[in-house]
């Protein structure tokens, strides 16, 4: 079992930037592959970014591609998405997740992502 918390989350303006962190439990992080997604109110969950278990490669949706980074510490447990020129349509709760299957393909779907954190709000001002 693993446990993720999400922290990092906040009130911004356009143009912001903020980093999300994620912390995971045990001690078998470094053998998954994560993620980020996103749900903004009305919509339904949606991919952003993903990085292997190795750290490479990494992925992102076309809509964050190029503003945001993902990237992982597993000395530290820990997952993280730079987020740069924040827009108001980023406004959403973004959960980590983690796949445990060590699969060399990173999934853009949600069904691969077995263990997911409670969420952390990011909202951007315009």
């Known amino acids: 079992q693993v446990q993720l918390v999400e922290s990092g989350g906040g009130l911004v303006q356009a143009g912001d930037s903020l980093r999300l962190s994620c912390a995971a439990s045990?001690?078998?992080?470094?053998?998954?592959?994560m993620a980020w997604f996103r749900q903004a109110p009305g919509k339904e969950r949606e991919f952003v970014a993903a990085?292997?278990?190795?750290?490479?490669?990494?992925y992102y949706a076309d809509y964050v591609k190029g503003r945001s980074t993902i990237s992982r510490d597993n000395a530290k447990n820990t997952v993280y998405l730079q987020m740069n020129s924040l827009k108001p349509e980023d406004t959403a709760v973004y959960y980590c997740a983690a796949d445990p299957s060590r699969r060399l393909d990173l999934s853009r779907g949600s069904l691969r992502y077995v263990y997911w954190g409670q969420g952390t709000q990011v909202t951007v001002s315009s």
């Open positions: 990085i292997r278990w190795s750290g490479a490669p990494t």
């Open positions: 045990g001690r078998t992080f470094s053998s998954y592959s």
